[in-house]
């Protein structure tokens, strides 16, 4: 690996940026950490190698960072999570950060790519031993995604290019003619059919439009056989309580008991029946740009208060992992919605005895609010269908929702330019989270 300490470059790429805000971030944990009591003792902390060893325990790394300490020279302890690549390996960086006097950074090449990171020198009074965290920023990841970005911007520069010239082309008059074949082609094709195609001949301007207008009809019939088979899905769904009601009421008779029997069955299936059409609507509504009514929102306040009407909905061991701080611009009520939805869902797959936590933490960038439960787990195979219409999570604590509720999370986190994503082991319960854009409240 090569080491360069203190590197520093005139341009300053947004991922690097992103990775010093990081670096300064953990410097300030570390901080408030050492400033805190030993969690295990309730004392103050008395040698480097116990704060530093405890600050590893309580801090987890996300997943393109790595966390070790080096005490007296030598490399001690590291973070559980795997790393990308082996730093405390590095006999040059363990030097480095030994003999740091004062907070320092640097960058590192590895296999891995390219890393950057900070050696904070830690002192306690009375203390004689050296220690030294050291906090690493993987940038490979980061810098894929700007790559990406760079080759779809200039991809859609050459599309759009390529379309003004065509359009240019026909204006002057050199392919009116097949133009007009296409229009009076694509007249022809309804609603109704959409597998109809123009019959694409030869290679020229006129050929590639007909091509590119059939691709948007692969698009278009494709976004409406999903429509078509979201709706067979509702009707079907609709179907049963229809069913189950139609049935109960041809068979009622006039014993009173049976009566109030079949009441209790049919306006049972008649809220439920309310609840799915509510649903649907709201998925409908999602679509639309007036979804999210967008205001100032405390971010402590929103998981606090979540948490407050969670802890109602059954007898669980309700818990509260972490509060963000600080406000954002989003939609209060619809973020309240969806992580009182993932608390419902813990609940269907948890039993009295399980706890189920809300949390969140807001970095410069992005803001992440969880909800965790010590459930059964989701297998592996099951982690991307739970989030598609009308799907059931595996096991046996099925509710009777109707399937519609982490499709409904999934729209509000995209609504909000974020996304909802799950992390779960069969036996070792499930952690569902918020991923959002972190958005500054109008003044």
Known sequence: MRHRPGDREDTVHPHRSDAAAELGHEAAKLRAFAEGADPATGAGF????????????????????????VVDGRADRRSGTAPPARLDTDDTLIR???????????????????????????????DSSRGVLVVAEFLGPAQARTWSTVLTMAAAGLIALAIAAAVGWFVAGRALTP??????????????????????????????????????????????????????DA????????????????????????????????TDELERMSRLVDELILLARSESPGFLTTTAVDLTDLVVETLAKASAMAPRVWALDAVPEGAIRADGQRLTQALLQLAANAVAHTGEEDTIALGGEAGPARVRLWVRDT?????????ERIFERFARGPGPHHGPGSGLGLAIVTRIAEAHGGEVHVRSRPGEGAVFTLDLPRREPAP
């Open 46 to 69: 008395t040698d480097a190698r116990t704060l530093l060893t405890r600050y590893l325990a309580h801090n987890v790394p996300e997943q393109h960072e790595t966390f070790f300490s």
């Open 96 to 126: 480095t950060a030994a003999d740091a006097e004062r907070p320092v950074w640097g960058r590192e090449e590895t296999p891995a790519g390219p890393v950057m990171y900070a050696a904070l020198p830690v002192r306690i009074d009375g």
């Open 179 to 232: 133009i007009r074949e296409v229009r009076e082609t694509a007249a022809r094709i309804d609603g109704s059919d959409l597998t109809r195609r123009i019959e694409v001949v030869g290679s020229d301007d006129a050929a590639q439009l007909a091509q590119t207008f059939n691709r948007m009809l692969d698009r278009v019939q494709a976004a409406f056989d999903g429509q078509r088979r979201f709706l067979d």
């Open 235 to 266: 009707g079907h769904e609709l179907r049963t309580p229809i069913t189950v009601i139609r049935g109960h009421l041809e068979l009622m008779g006039d014993d009173p008991q049976e009566r109030a029997q079949t009441l209790r069955l049919v």
């Open 375 to 383: 459930g059964p787990g989701i297998p592996e195979t099951d982690q």
